[in-house]
């Protein structure tokens, strides 16, 4: 990572603290008054439940953005990069950060019940504070039908974003499809996502995509524990 990310970015997977704060809590409670287990036993549970609480802390609050810095570092400058379900923007802007003359385009739906146009607002006063808005684009839409031409982007990323298209397989396909579209001959794929990573690499390849690989990320994407875990698909679009 070139320097750290300002702004505010939201976060993932919020069942995973949710869950262990109400097991770690009922789990002292049951520690202390002896009931069901033994003490010792209670403790040690709610003490792995509090770890994967501050494992959880640090993947939000630091490594998911030292994660996208390895990630990228891999990858020559693009003049075009797009981010697909940007959201507010963490990896758009980390683009753009680590390659001071690409220009960016974030794509998402941003139609949150619960933030409706909070997540977007947010994406521009992001760009603004890390000095990349002159070189963001914001464009509504849908990544199963994307509003691009084809062969427009050297760098598409997309963060935990192809599994929330409407939960479903052929939505991600069409969305894997549409990524490949876009891209330029020879250009980079990189894909993070806690869930379907093997379901995208046997896609890409279905698709034609060159150098497609998987591969762990190690703490920095562990959602609390390592079975909970984000991964990278990479790939290249055939020259
Ligand atoms: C979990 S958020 C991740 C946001 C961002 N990539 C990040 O890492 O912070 C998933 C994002 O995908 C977007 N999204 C879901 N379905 C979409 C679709 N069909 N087309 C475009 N964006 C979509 C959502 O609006 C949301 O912003």
């Not at 990320?217 to 562990?222: D, E, F, P, Q």
């Not at 524990?225 to 679009?237: D, E, G, I, M």
């Given at each position: 990572?070139s320097?750290?990310v300002?702004?505010?970015?939201?976060v993932?997977?919020?069942?995973?603290?949710?869950?262990?704060?109400?097991?770690a809590?009922?789990?002292?409670?049951?520690?202390?008054?002896?009931?069901?287990?033994p003490r010792?036993?209670?403790?040690?549970?709610?003490?792995?439940?509090?770890v994967?609480?501050?494992?959880?802390?640090?993947?939000?609050?630091?490594?998911?953005?030292?994660?996208?810095?390895?990630?990228?570092?891999?990858?020559?400058?693009?003049?075009?990069?797009?981010?697909?379900?940007?959201?507010?923007g963490?990896?758009?802007?980390?683009?753009?950060?680590?390659?001071?003359?690409?220009a960016?385009?974030?794509?998402?739906?941003?139609r949150?019940?619960?933030?409706?146009?909070?997540?977007?607002?947010?994406?521009?006063?992001n760009?603004t504070?890390?000095?990349?808005?002159a070189?963001?684009?914001?464009?509504?839409?849908?990544?199963?039908?994307?509003?691009?031409?084809?062969?427009?982007?050297d760098?598409?990323?997309?963060n935990?974003?192809?599994?929330?298209?409407?939960?479903?397989?052929?939505?991600r396909?069409e969305?894997?499809?549409?990524i490949?579209r876009?891209?330029?001959?020879?250009?980079y794929?990189?894909?993070?996502d806690?869930?379907y990573?093997?379901?995208?690499?046997?896609?890409?390849?279905?698709l034609?995509?060159?150098?497609?690989k998987?591969?762990?990320?190690?703490?920095?994407?562990?959602y609390?524990?390592?079975?909970?875990?984000?991964?990278?698909?990479?790939?290249?679009?055939?020259?």
């Amino acid at each position: 990572m070139s320097r750290r990310v300002l702004g505010s970015y939201g976060v993932d997977a919020l069942i995973v603290p949710v869950l262990s704060i109400i097991g770690a809590a009922a789990f002292i409670a049951l520690g202390y008054t002896e009931v069901g287990f033994p003490r010792n036993f209670s403790y040690v549970v709610a003490g792995l439940l509090l770890v994967q609480i501050a494992i959880y802390v640090h993947t939000t609050v630091r490594g998911r953005f030292l994660l996208w810095g390895k990630v990228l570092a891999g990858v020559p400058e693009p003049e075009e990069s797009l981010d697909v379900g940007c959201g507010r923007g963490m990896v758009l802007i980390e683009t753009l950060i680590q390659f001071p003359t690409a220009a960016g385009v974030g794509l998402d739906l941003w139609r949150s019940r619960t933030a409706k146009g909070v997540a977007r607002r947010t994406l521009v006063e992001n760009a603004t504070q890390n000095g990349v808005i002159a070189r963001t684009t914001l464009q509504v839409g849908d990544m199963t039908a994307m509003p691009f031409a084809d062969e427009t982007f050297d760098l598409v990323t997309a963060n935990i974003a192809i599994h929330d298209v409407d939960h479903d397989e052929a939505g991600r396909r069409e969305a894997l499809a549409e990524i490949l579209r876009i891209t330029r001959p020879g250009g980079y794929i990189r894909i993070v996502d806690i869930h379907y990573v093997g379901e995208y690499r046997d896609q890409l390849q279905v698709l034609g995509a060159r150098e497609v690989k998987t591969k762990s990320l190690g703490i920095n994407g562990w959602y609390g524990n390592p079975f909970y875990a984000s991964r990278l698909v990479s790939a290249r679009k055939l020259k």
